[in-house]
């Protein structure tokens, strides 16, 4: 037993601190520009979008929840038709960069209707406007400890630690000028 202390303790200094190659397997990017194009069009760090991509899909395409939610962002069919009326986007919602721009057009109106609070923004994007609306129509609600549901708290933390992740990994990848 002492031994496997012993090596967990060697070994911890290295595994806190995986190399990029390591954590680029594990925190992939792909479509970078569709994300720099969406995020730019709707005033969001595309850093942040990566880290809602990862944490809805891990950047697989053609992942569909139980509920029908589909792609990269897991829109539900109902969301991708609504928001396609509302933002004059073209195309199948199932397509990844048709996907990511309606998901991303979804979290700049999120971010307008919650001030740019993250936490809000994603909580919505995870459980719907209405239940948060109705969390913050309580002056004493409080984003960052009062999430009611588990899953959408997990949600937030993940995401949020995600997009910091993909900043750290990709920040310069994900920055709007590129040529």
Same mark, same amino acid.
């Given at each position: ?21 390591? !954590?680029?397997?594990?925190?992939? &990017?792909? /479509? ?7 995020? #730019?069009?709707?005033? $969001? ?55 990511? !721009?309606?998901?991303?057009?979804? &979290?700049? /109106? ?7 609070? #993250?936490?809000?923004? $994603? ?57």
């Amino acid at each position: 037993m002492l031994l496997v202390v012993i090596g967990i303790l060697a070994i911890l200094p290295f595994a806190l601190r995986m190399p990029d190659a390591v !954590m680029r397997t594990i925190y992939p &990017l792909r /479509y970078e520009a569709t994300i720099r194009q969406a995020s #730019e069009e709707n005033g $969001l760090d595309p850093a942040f979008v990566a880290g809602v991509i990862y944490t809805e899909s891990r950047f697989r395409p053609n992942v569909e929840s139980p509920r029908e939610a589909y792609g990269l962002m897991q829109l539900l069919p109902q969301s991708a038709h609504y928001i396609q009326r509302k933002s004059g986007i073209k195309g199948d919602y199932r397509d990844p960069k048709v996907n990511i !721009m309606l998901g991303t057009w979804f &979290l700049g /109106y999120l971010e307008d209707r919650y001030e740019g609070d #993250e936490r809000l923004m $994603l909580a919505a994007y995870n459980s719907g406007e209405g239940t948060v609306d109705a969390w913050t129509s309580d002056e004493s609600f409080d984003i960052a400890k009062d999430i009611p549901y588990k899953e959408t708290r997990n949600y937030v933390d993940k995401a949020l630690e995600a997009r910091q992740t993909y900043q750290e990994l990709y920040g310069k990848d994900l920055q709007h000028n590129q040529g």
